[in-house]
């Protein structure tokens, strides 16, 4: 599910960017290209119509792509952005989304089949010194892996809940510097767990009280 994460105000201006990168044509490009491929996320740039005019190493192994797969594929017309993030777009705002890239959809050729990702991607307008768009600069990082630990996190706490509940047992935490117990009320449902509702029902403080009401 794509989410509009957050609207930025950035702006670069092309030929600032070209100054930024250097004075001589040759050594800038040079010197552009190797630490343009070096970055370690996907990084793109499009042309006002979101055609992609060149990307880096790291964005055709996201996509399981050759240099040629993307020579002139349209990102705005790539089933996997949505049109919320397009009205963005075409706004002329900065974008910050979350997209469940489903390699099923696609139409240029990847090495990915039926394949999903999870894509962290941000983009911004690139502005010329009229103010008028003349393309886009795009950042994409493989967020796959982390969603992939946070869901196997999330289903192993689902089944130590179950077993905790089904078993009527409880897990708690003794604090040895405050003498103090504190029992997790969302590891721990109290609605269906009897003896946790027993407990619940008697104050304790400490380790004694604590032993002494079960």
Not at 34 to 57: A, H, R, T, Y
Not at 194 to 205: E, G, K, T, W
Request: one cysteine or more; aromatic letters at 12%.
């Amino acid at each position: 599910m794509d989410s509009i994460i957050g609207n930025f105000s950035d702006q670069l201006v092309i030929e600032d960017l070209i100054d930024i990168i250097g004075d001589e044509e040759i050594y800038r490009m040079a010197k552009f290209k190797k630490i343009f491929d070096l970055l370690p996320c996907g990084v793109e740039v499009l042309d006002e119509k979101g055609v992609v005019v060149v990307c880096n190493k790291a964005d055709r192994e996201i996509f399981g792509v050759n240099e040629d797969a993307f020579e002139d594929f349209n990102n705005f017309n790539d089933p996997n952005v949505s049109d919320e993030i397009l009205q963005e777009v075409y706004k002329g705002n900065a974008f910050n989304v979350l997209i469940t890239y489903d390699f099923s959809k696609i139409t240029y050729s990847s090495i990915y089949k039926d394949c999903i990702k999870y894509l962290s991607v941000r983009g911004i307008p690139l502005y010329t010194k009229h103010q008028t768009i003349k393309g886009y600069f795009v950042v994409i990082v493989d967020d796959t892996l982390h969603h992939q630990q946070h869901a196997i996190l999330e289903d192993s706490f689902t089944k130590l809940q179950v077993a905790i509940n089904t078993g009527n047992s409880i897990i708690w935490e003794y604090d040895v510097v405050n003498n103090q117990v504190f029992i997790d009320p969302i590891l721990n449902n109290c609605k269906d767990n009897s003896l946790l509702q027993f407990i619940s029902r008697i104050s304790f403080q400490n380790k004694e009280k604590f032993y002494e009401s079960i």
